[in-house]
């Protein structure tokens, strides 16, 4: 009897930086606000896999190492030393304990410019038991699991409103369909982006592929990085993405999204 496949889409962890995703061999224990918070993540996170059903895939959807932060010369990196930060990534990765990992190569200036760091992942993955096949890496992924496509990437444009949020994932969809009918590229039922670090869904029905299903994902860093805090105002999400496929080919998506900071640790008391 056929059943469901489960794929997990973790994205944006940003191992190395000081509020990336962090196992506790690597928190900043000098600076305990600091080490409370990535000690926090690291509980929720833990607390996301234990939620999980036995998971068939998992892809990674970009940005999953800070890179060397070139703009201000580390300044809020655990570690400048990008093969360590593949390390970090590597352990939460292997945690999922899924049956393949794909990984989706995220932007030039945290991945590298001159090399891609990501790439270092595969061979640790390796070391921990997973076969070559079960493994892979591109710039864009388009995957068939359980007869539904997917067309997945890193990098998508971000909305200046929250009202239009959906408009980038909107044209998303329609590139998809205009490559398809271009002859070039195969027509999703899910399109899945990352980048923002903010969860959308849009979804809607057509001729071709009946129910389709585009979404952002939320992300595995977490908040209070300088940039966030001083030069942007949208809302972040922190979590995982759990889709089932059902025998079907029904499709159900689950936002695993956890709140990672609480108001009145922000206030200072006068």
Sequence with gaps: MRKSKYIVIASDQHSGHI?????????????????KYEARLWKFYKELLKELPRIDHVIVNG???????????????????????????????????????EIIRG???????????????????????????????????????????????????????????????GREKLQNLLWYEHGEIPLA??????????YCHLSGWNGRVGEWHSITTPALQGLGGS????????????????????PKGNVKIDPLIRLTRYPEELVKKL
Excluded at 19 to 35: M, R, S, V
Excluded at 74 to 82: F, Q
Excluded at 189 to 198: D, L, T
């Design 107 to 169: 932007t030039r200036y945290h991945v590298g410019q001159d090399e891609d760091y990501e790439d270092q992942v595969l061979p640790m993955l390796r070391e921990q038991g997973y076969k070559s096949r079960e493994l892979g890496i591109q710039d864009h992924g388009y995957f068939e699991i359980g007869g539904i496509i997917l067309d997945i990437k890193h990098k998508i444009s971000n909305a200046q409103l929250p009202h239009t949020k959906g408009t980038p994932l």
């Design 189 to 198: 039922k899910i399109i899945v982006r990352s980048h923002v670090h903010n």
């Design 63 to 101: 940005d999953l190492v800070d890179g060397k932060q070139n703009k201000t010369k580390g300044l809020e990196l655990i570690t400048t030393n990008v093969k360590e930060q593949c390390e970090i990534a590597a352990q939460s990765i292997i945690m999922l304990g899924a049956n393949t990992v």
């Design 19 to 35: 509020i990336g995703l962090t196992p506790p061999k690597w928190f900043k224990t000098g600076k305990k606000k600091l080490a």
């Design 227 to 246: 940039y966030g805090v001083r030069e942007c105002s949208q809302t972040i999400d922190w979590g995982l993405i759990l889709i089932e496929i059902t």
